[in-house]
């Protein structure tokens, strides 16, 4: 499974591939130690944290439309009006 967490800023976590259960675990710890960052397991979200459902809309569009080529790092995503 492949996951990773996108803070309000719009700046993300290295994306990191992990067991189901691992996955289940680090999220459930990360709702409390990283409660303001969204999370997304395989693409899709799995908490939504701080971000608005537009931003999570927004991040879930990107990662279907680009796969590896968008979130294989670092990256950042411009929410709202932004340019």
């Known amino acids: 499974m492949k996951y990773f967490r996108v803070y ?23 709702k409390v130690m990283r409660f303001g960052c969204a999370q997304f397991a395989d693409g899709k979200c799995v908490y ?17 439309d680009n796969k590896e080529s968008r979130w294989s790092g670092r990256a950042s995503i411009r929410f709202g009006g932004e340019k």
Do not use: F, M, Q, W
Not at 8 to 30: C, F, H, M, Q, W
Not at 54 to 64: C, L, N, Q, R
């Open 8 to 30: 309000k800023d719009g700046s993300k976590s290295p994306t990191i591939v992990i067991e189901e259960k691992e996955a289940k675990e680090l999220i459930e710890y990360n």
């Open 48 to 64: 939504r944290g701080y971000l608005t459902v537009g931003e999570v809309v927004k991040i879930d569009t990107t990662y279907v």
